[in-house]
């Protein structure tokens, strides 16, 4: 039946006559009660035209479907002949035992054909024997109904050499050695079919008789039949269309006649409503200055209430660090944990009151993501770790540099969404991660995602939860506490920069919250120092061991942009067998990033077993912990390691401790002596520094260097004057970069160390003069430079970089860092030995460092809160600083109580004259100062004024000057009493 319709056409003249008839039928009914006789016509004749190019393209497109199965059937043919005499179809013959290998093989390979190809519905072979008898030679079973059985005989093999008579006109073409195709069905006992022939050569390259390609006759008019239906389905929906839109349109004619008529009524209903509108503008714009005027008044009242606390607050935790009984303390701590909750309800409430005041203000400014990022990881580590949740940090390598947008409220936005998960998180891990997904229509656009495993929320309430005062569940707030106005302000801190925020969530698993924000491209004058200095380190193997996957997937993705090559193991048992495996393979590593909590063995289990592996006992560890290292003072006091780092990692704290290790690599290298037994600085034990530059023996110092030191402060003057010459250099003070250039005129040395920020002539200018001079150390060689300088800001080491310095330290100077940086630089002339350094700067573990990620300055007060909760001076600090020199001590002591009334009063004069640039400078100097004295609160305190300079707000820094001259006091008062306890200690040792 197929057969006739196809031969006959009978579909395409189904179609001719169905749509001719549906034609008629609407120009009768519709056509010809709305449209013109011209209007009629022409589209009667569209029709036809239609109807007769769809005739067409039907019949066109059967016979390409027919010639496109043609070619594949035809295409395997040619292949499997091939395949059957390369795989020795020659050797099989009528009397073949059916279990003959090579009989099974080219069995097999049918099967294999089958399987693999849905055109190909049956293969076969035939030979011709001399009698003209034509046999089937290698048949296999066929499920030619494809129902995954073999039923009866015809799906079940055929026999070798089973005698084959239906032969047609086609196979005897294939039978004298050419190829051909059947593509008329012809009926055998098996089934229809339309086949493809080709011969199979014997080695001799003679017939060997032919195969047979078979497909579904049936399926191959259906094919075409769907194929031609497919194109005449289309053009009868289309042919269709046009005709009912035609009676729609007919039909919307005479309905606009009659809107035309409803126009005139329409305008004046409008002329109504302007009226009405004029009156809800007015009555809206009442409401938005009440509403303005209650923001305006909550925010003050916010900021009013907010002040007080602070000094409770202070004072609370003032009474903490005095000598109180157990109950007293319990008390106390309630008292700050309840202030600190309040706090954060007033920051909520002046947050969103600012927001509905409209006093929020977006701030572009270059940043790096990975900074910003990290510093607020770093504030919410700690409360992570109290509830034993772990916080990870990714960001992806494709994430920018550096880009502009506004970091503080990034910073912000991120700091409510980790501190919320942690909130509602009692068990395993928040995760934040940060990827580009740029379009290439802008620079960089960020998606931040912050994932936890807390309590979820429920979908019905996702969408609400962003709105203010709302939160998931009613008992959220008695449970956790909360105002409700966290993801509301987050909401309004996103939107005004361009991007959007939105939550998955399911209850019980866990929350993401995703923002999304487009940046701008930062100046071409951002450099990218991560990894600039990266790029300087030499390339490491490095082991990473930690049990958590997301923190290895981090640290390797580090590692690698920075071209190390990285291993990640999850268990501190495998670290023996794995340094053992690098060893035999001639590839050590060079370097361990250690976890301290894992489970079975912590880190400093690991690390003592480390240090007991003679292959692996030089091998510099760093461990890294979730907890402060103070909470580890006692097992640090007695580990070989080369650095601690508290989770979330920083890029650029990993990257700090690994240009340590790799510096204090290369002074140890070139400390170690011929005997071969000197032992890594990197695993020494910490020693405090000896009295003096003189062996123990009494023998005289040995001149180690020649050391021009650039500095304006006096009593910074003092303190490199003293340590310096102790360590055994010859140094010559210079108090500014005029006088520096005018001793390199007259004098030779071996190593400039210049301060930055000096009057008269800086650092910066003074080295370029330097340079163009092309100044020679007493060696010979280019004369180095280092710079000294307080500012350890990105971009700071680019710039001394620039100007022409060598390296760069940053103040409060650490001296054990110094002497290293000064080994790597320093080269003497021939007739003088330089003994290898012995001085290795006292670290107590539970010192809290500064840097200046440590500071966060509140722009929403004029005047900055002192942080009570800092130590005034750090003993500990001071005395590994000065060698444990009390008449260095004393010295420094009077030499910044005769100072500091200079300094004070030269900054009164310069915020008097509104000079912001000498105010900087000289709060730039009180906080160097502080610094080297180990002065923490001052030091803190000073920074914060320096920052308000840099605003340019000097009237704030106006109202600071008596707690700094309180603070100088202080610390003058807490130094010479530590000298004064110094002196009665030595006197009672003596």
């Not at 409803?262 to 200055?289: I, P």
């Not at 303005?292 to 409770?312: C, D, Q, V, W, Y």
């Not at 999304?516 to 390339?539: C, L």
Request: net charge negative; aromatic share 6%; glycine share 8%.
């Amino acid at each position: 039946m197929l057969q006739v319709i196809l031969e006959w056409n009978l579909d395409v003249a189904g179609f001719a006559l169905f749509v001719i008839s549906f034609m008629i039928f609407i120009d009768q009914r519709y056509i010809k009660l709305h449209f013109d006789e011209r209007r009629r016509g022409a589209l009667r004749a569209a029709g036809l035209i239609m109807v007769f190019a769809s005739m067409y393209l039907a019949v066109g497109r059967g016979e390409t479907e027919r010639e496109q199965l043609q070619k594949a059937i035809q295409g395997f043919a040619p292949t499997y002949a091939d395949e059957f005499r390369e795989h020795g179809h020659e050797m099989i013959n009528p009397d073949t035992n059916p279990e003959d290998p090579l009989y099974r093989e080219l069995i097999e390979k049918e099967k294999t054909w089958l399987s693999l190809s849905r055109v190909v519905h049956d293969i076969y072979t035939m030979r011709r024997d001399r009698d003209g008898t034509v046999r089937l030679i290698v048949d296999s079973e066929t499920d030619y109904d494809r129902n995954g059985r073999f039923e009866g005989d015809r799906e079940s093999r055929t026999e070798i050499g089973e005698e084959y008579t239906e032969i047609t006109p086609t196979m005897e073409i294939a039978l004298r050695g050419f190829e051909s195709f059947d593509g008329h069905p012809h009926t055998d006992r098996w089934g229809t079919w339309v086949s493809a022939y080709s011969p199979i050569l014997n080695s001799a390259g003679q017939i060997d008789g032919i195969v047979g390609v078979d497909f579904d006759g049936s399926e191959w008019i259906s094919s075409m039949l769907w194929a031609r239906a497919s194109v005449l389905g289309f053009a009868t929906a289309l042919i269709l269309t046009v005709l009912g839109s035609s009676g729609s349109v007919a039909l919307l004619e005479a309905e606009l006649r009659q809107k035309a008529e409803l126009s005139g009524e329409l305008q004046r209903k409008s002329e109504s409503l302007e009226q009405m509108n004029e009156q809800l503008v007015k009555a809206r714009d009442a409401a938005e200055n009440a509403n303005r005027a209650k923001s305006e008044f909550l925010a003050n009242m916010s900021h009013e209430i907010r002040t007080p606390m602070n000094g409770i607050l202070g004072l609370t935790e003032l009474l903490l660090q005095s000598s109180v009984s157990p109950d007293q303390k319990r008390s106390l701590e309630l008292v700050v944990s309840s202030g600190e909750a309040l706090m954060t309800v007033l920051n909520d409430i002046l947050d969103f009151s600012k927001i509905e005041a409209n006093m929020l203000q977006i701030d572009p400014t270059p940043f790096e993501p990975r900074e910003v990022v990290g510093n607020a990881m770093k504030l919410l580590g700690l409360r992570a770790e109290q509830k034993r949740i772990e916080l990870t940090c990714r960001i992806l390598p494709s994430v920018p540099n550096v880009v502009v947008g506004d970091a503080g409220r990034i910073r912000q936005v991120l700091v409510n969404l980790v501190g919320n998960a942690i909130k509602f998180t009692h068990h395993g891990e928040v995760a934040v991660t940060v990827a580009d997904i740029r379009d290439g229509s802008r620079p960089a656009e960020l998606l931040f995602s912050v994932r936890d495993t807390g309590i979820g929320i429920s979908g019905e309430r996702q969408a609400s939860i962003f709105e203010p005062f709302i939160q998931a569940d009613g008992s959220t707030t008695r449970h956790y506490g909360g105002t409700g106005l966290g993801l509301a302000i987050c909401t309004r801190l996103v939107e005004p920069m361009d991007g959007r925020i939105w939550v998955e969530s399911e209850p019980g698993v866990g929350s993401i919250f995703y923002f999304q924000i487009p940046f701008s491209a930062a100046p071409t004058s951002e450099h990218d120092q991560v990894n600039d200095d990266a790029g300087t380190i030499p390339r490491q193997h490095v082991l990473v061991v930690d049990d958590h996957p997301t923190n290895r997937l981090i640290l390797e993705e580090v590692l690698t942009a920075w071209r190390m090559d990285a291993k990640a193991i999850g268990h501190g048992q495998l670290v023996r067998e794995t340094l053992l495996e690098a060893r035999l393979s001639g590839n050590p590593y060079s370097l361990i990033l250690l976890d301290v909590h894992m489970p079975d063995m912590d880190g400093f289990d690991v690390a003592e077993m480390i240090r007991q592996i003679p292959e692996a006992s030089d091998v510099p560890v760093i461990l890294l912990s979730s907890s402060d290292a103070v909470h580890h003072s006692r097992s640090l006091r007695g580990a070989r390691i080369s650095g601690y780092l508290t989770k979330p990692i920083k890029q650029s704290e990993l990257l700090e401790a690994i240009l340590k290790i790799s510096s204090t690599d290369a002074a140890s290298t070139s400390s170690t002596t011929n005997s071969g037994s000197a032992t890594s600085e990197r695993t020494k034990p910490a020693e405090p520094v000896a009295g003096s530059a003189s062996g123990e023996n009494g023998d005289q110092p040995v001149n180690r260097g020649r050391l021009l030191v650039v500095e304006d402060n006096y009593v910074n003057q003092q303190l490199m004057q003293r340590v310096l010459t102790r360590r055994g250099y010859d140094v010559v003070i210079a108090a500014d970069g005029n006088e520096a250039v005018m001793q390199l005129a007259a004098d030779d040395f071996d190593v400039v160390l210049m301060d930055c920020q000096m009057p008269v002539m800086d650092g910066y200018e003074a080295t370029r003069v330097i340079r163009r001079a092309n100044r020679q150390s007493r060696s010979g060689q280019r004369l180095p430079i280092i710079a000294l300088t307080a500012n350890a800001m990105s971009g700071d080491r680019q710039r001394c970089l620039d100007a022409g310095m060598d390296d760069f330290v940053t103040k409060p100077i650490s001296f054990a860092l110094l002497s290293q940086t000064l080994e790597k630089y320093l080269v003497l002339p021939r007739a003088q030995v330089l003994p290898s350094p012995g001085d290795v700067e006292p670290v107590d573990p539970g010192t809290p460092l500064h840097t200046d990620s440590a500071t966060v300055v509140d722009h929403g007060q004029k005047q900055p809160a002192v942080n009570d909760s800092l130590m005034v001076l750090n003993r500990e600090e001071l005395l590994g600083r000065t060698g444990g020199d009390a008449d260095l001590i004393e010295i420094l002591a009077g030499a910044f109580r005769e100072d500091s009334p200079k300094h004070i009063n030269a900054l009164c004069v310069a915020l008097a004259d509104d000079n912001a640039a000498d105010a900087k400078r000289i709060a730039h100097t009180i906080k160097g100062c502080a610094g080297n004295l180990s002065g923490i609160r001052l030091f803190e305190f000073a920074k914060t004024l320096e920052q308000m300079t840099i605003r340019g707000d000097l009237t704030s820094a106006r109202m600071c000057i008596p707690q700094l001259e309180v603070e100088i006091s202080n610390l003058i008062q807490e130094i010479e009493e530590f000298s004064a306890s110094l002196h009665v200690d030595r006197c009672t040792r003596s």
